[in-house]
């Protein structure tokens, strides 16, 4: 199974309005970090989707939460 940019995106504002940025600096929360990064990467490399096993089992479980908890 892969994850697509979009999926991704909406994966990111689910973690962003459980976990908003926090602290003076407004720092993203380890959650919307995680999956930001992985966001990031995509974009560099012009990629549209990505297996679910090239990503690590943080990443893999905070999308799995996501899919459960946005339905």
Do not use: C
């Amino acid at each position: 199974m892969d994850i697509t940019l979009p999926e991704l995106e909406q994966a990111i504002n689910y973690w962003r309005t459980l976990r908003p940025s926090s602290g003076e600096e407004r720092a993203l929360s380890p959650e919307v970090n995680a999956l930001a990064t992985v966001y990031a990467l995509m974009i560099f490399h012009k990629t549209r989707s990505l297996p679910l096993s090239d990503l690590d089992q943080n990443a893999r479980q905070l999308l799995e939460e996501w899919r459960t908890g946005a339905t």
